[in-house]
């Protein structure tokens, strides 16, 4: 399950106006956040900072927990009692054909709440309404993913289904795509494999039976479709082909005549 959240129709960023997204966050642009080893101002005036990885690291943590505080209104973290785990993040591109993504690059922070924080997060959210307009959950069956056997094409049908029906932002569906790839690896560590294939075989062959029905049910309509109710019965319209058949031969042998068909050549 995760957060899911609607941006709102009007903001500062165009391009993610009414856009669906389960990533709260922004940008690392307050100097407040930055933790270096020394800085100096260059002769165009701008900042530069050395830091090591960990500088990089506290800076990233530092900047994240101030836009959870601005855009949910309370330290949900705090409140909740949980740490953004840097071993769990994953940085990440955008789309590089948008101008945007060009010049940006993600890093996330997925944060694993148990169902009562889930439920106390909702509840305790005070969100920023010229950001966010409402803010609720979305569900996704991961197993099901590894039940359907074909990972990437069932998990890539999902992505631009989000895309697609819900709206959301191209970040957000990559971050989803990455967490999404964690738990199946998990998964795929403890399955059992034989039952996977069961449920694999029970489900073609539910398939296929659905098949066989609605091809059947496809016949039946086309033979009603040809075969008016006012119409003698098959067996009664062959029966009469029958005796015609047979009415035919008989004349054919009393009269000793031998009867070529039309098109057929006879030998010389």
Same mark, same amino acid.
């Given at each position: 399950?995760?957060?899911?959240?609607?941006?709102?129709?009007?903001?500062?960023?165009?391009?993610?106006?009414?856009?669906?997204?389960?990533?709260?966050?922004?940008?690392?642009?307050?100097?407040?956040?930055?933790?270096?080893?020394?800085?100096?101002?260059?002769?165009?005036?701008?900042?530069?900072?050395?830091?090591?990885?960990?500088?990089?690291?506290?800076?990233?943590?530092?900047?994240?927990?101030?836009?959870?505080?601005?855009?949910?209104?309370?330290?949900?973290?705090?409140?909740?009692?949980?740490?953004?785990?840097?071993?769990?993040?994953?940085?990440?591109?955008?789309?590089?054909? #948008?101008?945007?993504?060009? %010049?940006? +690059?993600?890093?996330?922070?997925?944060?694993?709440?148990? /169902? $009562? =924080?889930?439920?106390?997060?909702?509840?305790?959210?005070?969100?920023?309404?010229?950001?966010?307009?409402?803010?609720?959950?979305?569900?996704?069956?991961?197993?099901?993913?590894?039940?359907?056997?074909?990972?990437?094409?069932?998990?890539?049908?999902?992505?631009?289904?989000?895309?697609?029906?819900?709206?959301?932002?191209?970040?957000?569906?990559?971050?989803?795509?990455?967490?999404?790839?964690?738990?199946?690896?998990?998964?795929?560590?403890?399955?059992?494999? #034989?039952?996977?294939?069961? %449920?694999? +075989?029970?489900?073609?062959?539910?398939?296929?039976?659905? /098949? $066989? =029905?609605?091809?059947?049910?496809?016949?039946?309509?086309?033979?009603?479709?040809?075969?008016?109710?006012?119409?003698?019965?098959?067996?009664?319209?062959?029966?009469?082909?029958?005796?015609?058949?047979?009415?035919?031969?008989?004349?054919?042998?009393?009269?000793?005549?031998?009867?070529?068909?039309?098109?057929?050549?006879?030998?010389?």
């Amino acid at each position: 399950m995760f957060a899911q959240y609607k941006r709102a129709a009007q903001g500062s960023e165009d391009r993610l106006l009414s856009k669906t997204s389960i990533g709260f966050g922004g940008h690392i642009d307050q100097l407040t956040d930055i933790t270096s080893t020394s800085a100096h101002t260059a002769e165009d005036t701008t900042e530069h900072f050395v830091m090591t990885k960990q500088d990089l690291v506290a800076t990233c943590v530092t900047a994240a927990k101030r836009e959870l505080l601005e855009e949910l209104g309370v330290d949900v973290l705090g409140t909740l009692g949980v740490e953004l785990d840097f071993n769990e993040s994953a940085f990440f591109m955008g789309d590089t054909r #948008d101008p945007v993504n060009q %010049v940006h +690059i993600g890093l996330s922070f997925p944060v694993k709440l148990t /169902e $009562a =924080q889930f439920v106390n997060l909702l509840a305790i959210v005070q969100i920023n309404q010229a950001e966010i307009e409402v803010i609720d959950k979305m569900s996704a069956n991961i197993r099901h993913i590894v039940e359907e056997m074909d990972v990437s094409s069932t998990n890539g049908k999902i992505m631009h289904q989000l895309v697609q029906q819900h709206g959301m932002e191209d970040w957000s569906v990559r971050v989803f795509d990455f967490i999404v790839r964690k738990e199946i690896f998990v998964i795929l560590k403890d399955i059992n494999y #034989d039952d996977l294939y069961r %449920v694999a +075989i029970a489900k073609q062959q539910a398939r296929d039976a659905e /098949e $066989a =029905q609605r091809l059947s049910s496809d016949i039946d309509a086309i033979h009603q479709a040809l075969v008016p109710d006012d119409i003698d019965a098959p067996d009664v319209v062959e029966a009469e082909a029958a005796e015609e058949s047979a009415s035919l031969v008989d004349v054919e042998i009393n009269s000793n005549e031998v009867v070529v068909p039309a098109e057929t050549e006879v030998a010389q």
